[in-house]
């Protein structure tokens, strides 16, 4: 028959089909060209909205498949309001999923649906059950979903319907739900429609989504300041790292470091003799972005490092800084990849009237295409074969978005389980795009969000937001650039809020060695540490008194324990009366880790609070009682009604965490 | 070059294009799945994201073209907050264009920029005017953008800057104004980067944005009860039609009527002999929907009134019903276009339990394509053959939506100023889709919009939301179905409210025949018409006492007479201090039109409200005066600060409404 249509017939049958509409699909970013995120074993929730002409019923299923697959999986979609349809799937691999949904008219179910109500309007229906056999045949004769099983099944219920001759004996048959099953499982689907898009979903390995940083200085691990550290003084020292409860840990570049224009302590212009320069000033004749600086060791030391790490639990995580030294080989071996002056220098780094001597940095096009796309591919994998899967690139935001997409596609189809973190603190699009082409995960606001309001709003976009499906931030209390002001001002306290809301706001956070001892002093007006061992090698006490590595391991452990800490769109914030504390909860789908948290965000005076204990999650009225854990002192307690007080003292404890353990739960 | 390129190297710099960001394009329907709508002579503002790496300047542009051109009109775009871009343009013609957006880095105004920074910060830029000179003579050597007579302009400045000694002068020449226009106008275009989808806009002719409809039952136009009206007795209706200021005149389907199951008056099941029956069951041994019903004339009669409403600047509107009554000559010619039952009978429309025993459906799938859709779009084509360009499309979303899409395209193929408009009252979702796939108008909830909240969310939905680029909708205060239950109990108050509020709030409006005269009586507790012209003739006095024709003509007047309401979205909600009044203003971008409207909704008793009058949309201080235009009672006077109070009793009028004069035009 198809074969006998002529071209423009064909064309119209063609266009006739996907009567269903099928739009507004989630996620789906940019229309398609970009893929949306997900973990291994974190449910992905995909909704549609579908409808078709006329008053039949219609049903939807969600397609899902590894790309490269032939076989689809299918899930059934369900209708939940207004033609919003949803369904959710589980990946099992680290790779690229696709997905789309398909849609269809079910003519047994709104026969079914018509019948009945012109049954309970005491219409004749004679002719109706006569339909409702003609669906049954129809079925039998066009349906390729019946496995022999069912079709046998159909084929019985079909013919004893047949040979009922009692109408009522019939309706009743034919209104079965054992056939209702039967149909819906095996039978026609009719007008089957199709998104007509294959969207992209692509999954990452489980700490893409969530983990906790700790990043130090290998130079400064020594435990003097006037040698410089080495990997091996860096092994000595995870266990101190994971004994605080980290799981990775992450190094600012480990690469030779320039001379020319090296910078002194604290940024000045002119190094002393002995001064390490920093090092972001990557090269010198001692090798570029592929070698080790030698004075913290060997490859081989670097490899011992490696393992070390991966005995404690801990994955390293090195710097990808594109910028050079103007010692750096390249600049000899390849003078296309950089930008020469009509006089004859090459152009430093700057952003006018701003200048940073001792770095340059590369040119992108012209002819640095393809050799310097390829040498920073390559300087990935390179580190990729030498045992690191993590990278923290530095101002991603001042390269092209083209090459980011590109290198980091080339980089996972090898390995999908890379992770790449962007150091990009800049407008907003530019912070979403960055995630869009493909980094792992993204630098965020947080560190400048202190207040109630701005935390809540901020935590409102990020969870709720289209951002949701492909931007995962990584909460840093603070960075070898980023000392704040808040901290600045703050005492011990301080840093156990900021710790406290990076922690259990984000499922990725990160520290910068130091903060466990609430370092802070500060390069006078700015948000700049003073002696920054960006510029210095320093020496630390790690049990200086006033620290608060017991709140770290606390809260490492908790996220360890909690699946509600392990999820990040499950945010919701509660109502605490008093502006100074913020209060909310995260929990799992199915109330199992339900957790709540109150934190005085003013760290210089105790506040007290009235606060709302959701007993309606649990769809328990105000006035009922619900027993609660309290995570600090891991004590049971019950609370009488919705409203209760909390008060939190700098001076004790600047946050409180409690389990609300659900009446299902304490019967059991 | 490019032809020495491996495959491989050829594809890393196709993926290095488009170095810019360019995302979130607006209007853009299902990522370009859709076009978007204007009409001829509309203002269309295009929007996007636009961002890049890096401090470089960037610039971008709107390109546009009718479809099948080869060469873009190009309209600069302007950024106007956070990356985000803005252009407009003006489209000329009826049919479809085309758009997307460029973007490119500014070399010379980044130079430009970056050399201004650094000598104000006192830095030495000798080396910076070397590479302003470099650009310069890059631009005359690259650019394909400089017509001769730039290009030698350009050249001159470029010589001459490169004779000057003094730096001092050369730097005045570089940072020039009039160098900067030639470079912005001709200069090159670095990292010239699209968007890479072409989006469509339909452009309809003007009507298809702004119309005002008048819908009458041909048979009742003869002033008799007892004798069936005709085509000429529609002809000596017109005047009365266009005296009210209408410029659409749309008739129910005027097809031959089945005789089966014909509906009697009041939608009795049983007809008497002289029942004429429903217009919108169609179809008889006369002949289907390209007959003519013999008791209103004949074809002649028919081109006759086509013509004499053009010369009374009233265009006829026909009704596309695609039901047929169990006569309709398709049941016998075409028995595979109908549905079938398995007892031999055909199926009647229904919903169940509701049974409509007059007509039945067409089924669209199986063996009716391609006949059926080619004749429904050869129906079309006739009528348009015989001077129809405006269709009411009777209940679009229980036909299939493909058909939609592929008829309205195959008839504004040919006929690009055919214009459709969707009866749907449906869910939100499906009247949106049919507005996508082609619907030029479309019927909408203002019937039961009646408080306040309710308008003021509704039209905030339709003029602020994304259907705004697509979805035209048409305010009937009535229609032959729906005679609203506000009307039925608010007296003649209550039918100037409504009117007032459609044809100020809408572009696209109308009224069926009656409206004017306050007719409300109803079948008890429905929103039905007593004694409906759908089951029988009438014959109505058209100056009544108690009609509301002057207030008809006037609001038909200010439609015809104000731009501001000749625009849909520029509509703007107020300030007024009384929940029933509703306040708000329609202005034109240059302010030259600036209209405000306070209608009481309360049709029973008197309302007075204090409200705001916007000074500040003219930049005025809250105390300053403004002249007005009372446009009742065509007066000026002056109101004296920001708040103000109305009156509006129903017994006298229930609606104000005023032009504000702008300081401006006061002086001229």
Known sequence: MEQALKPADRLLHALADNRIAIEAVTP???????????????????????????????????????????????????????????????????????????????????????????????????????????????????????????RARLQRVTEDIARLADPAQQFSVL??????????????RSNLSYYLRLLDLFVDRKRAAFSSWYELMPRSQSGDPARHG???????????????????????????????????????????????????????????????????????????????????????????????????????????????????????????????????????????????????????LFWVEHGVKIFRVDNPHTKPLPFWEWMIAEVRRRHPDTIFLAEAFTRPKMMKRLAKVGFTQSYSYFTWRNNKAELTEYLTELTTEECRHFMRVNFFTNTPDINPFYLQNSGRAGFQVRLFLAATLA??????????????????????????????????????????????????????????????????????????????????DDLSDFLLFAVNLDPLNAQGAQFEVPLWEFGLPDDAPIMAEDLVVDRRFTWQGKMQRVWLNPSERTYAAWRLISPQERLT
């Open 28 to 150: 789906e970013i940019d229309g398609g060209r970009f893929p949306a995120k997900a973990a291994v074993g974190e449910v992905v929730v995909v909704e549609a909205d579908i409808f078709s002409d006329g008053h039949d019923l219609i049903d939807a299923a969600l397609l899902t498949r590894r790309k490269g697959d032939k076989a689809w999986s299918e899930t059934p979609m369900r209708l939940y309001e207004n033609d919003r349809w949803r369904a959710s799937f589980v990946p099992v691999e680290n790779t690229t999923y696709e997905y789309t949904v398909i849609a269809w008219r079910d003519l047994f179910r709104s026969w079914r649906s018509d019948v009945s109500k012109k049954k309970n309007a005491g219409q004749d229906v004679t002719s109706e059950l006569k339909e409702g056999l003609h669906i049954l045949k129809k079925a039998l004769s066009e349906s390729d979903r019946l496995d022999p099983e069912r």
């Open 507 to 588: 499922t990725n956070y990160g520290i910068y060695s130091g903060y466990e001892l609430c370092e802070a002093a500060a390069m006078p007006g700015k948000e700049e540490y003073l002696d920054s061992e960006k510029y210095e090698i320093r020496a630390w006490d790690w049990d200086r008194p006033g620290h608060i590595k017991d709140d770290v391991r606390r809260l490492n452990a908790w996220r360890r324990a909690h699946p509600a800490l392990q999820q990040f769109t499950n945010l919701k914030f509660y109502n605490a009366y008093n502006d100074n504390i913020l209060y909310y909860g995260k929990y799992t």
């Open 175 to 188: 209104m079965g739900e054992d056939l209702l099953g039967l149909m819906t499982a095996g039978g026609p």
């Open 230 to 380: 080495t990997f091996d003084d860096v092994i000595a020292q995870l266990p101190y790292v994971r004994d605080l409860g980290f799981d990775v840990l992450y190094f600012p570049p480990i690469h030779p470091i320039g001379k020319t224009n090296r910078k002194g302590r604290n940024n000045s212009l002119t190094a002393r003799a002995d001064d390490p320069g920093s090092p972001y000033a990557i090269g010198s004749e001692e090798g570029g972005h592929k070698a080790i600086h030698p004075e913290l060791g060997t490859f081989e030391d670097f490899h011992r490092l490696v393992k070390a790490a991966a005995e404690h639990g801990l994955e390293i995580a090195l710097d990808f800084a594109i910028q050079c030294s103007p010692d750096h080989p390249w600049i000899k071996e390849h003078p296309e990849w950089f930008d020469w002056r009509p006089d004859g220098t090459i152009r430093f780094a700057e952003n006018p009237p701003k200048k940073y001597e001792d770095i340059v940095n590369v040119h992108f096009y012209r002819d640095a295409i393809p050799g310097l796309w390829h040498e920073l591919r390559d300087t990935v």
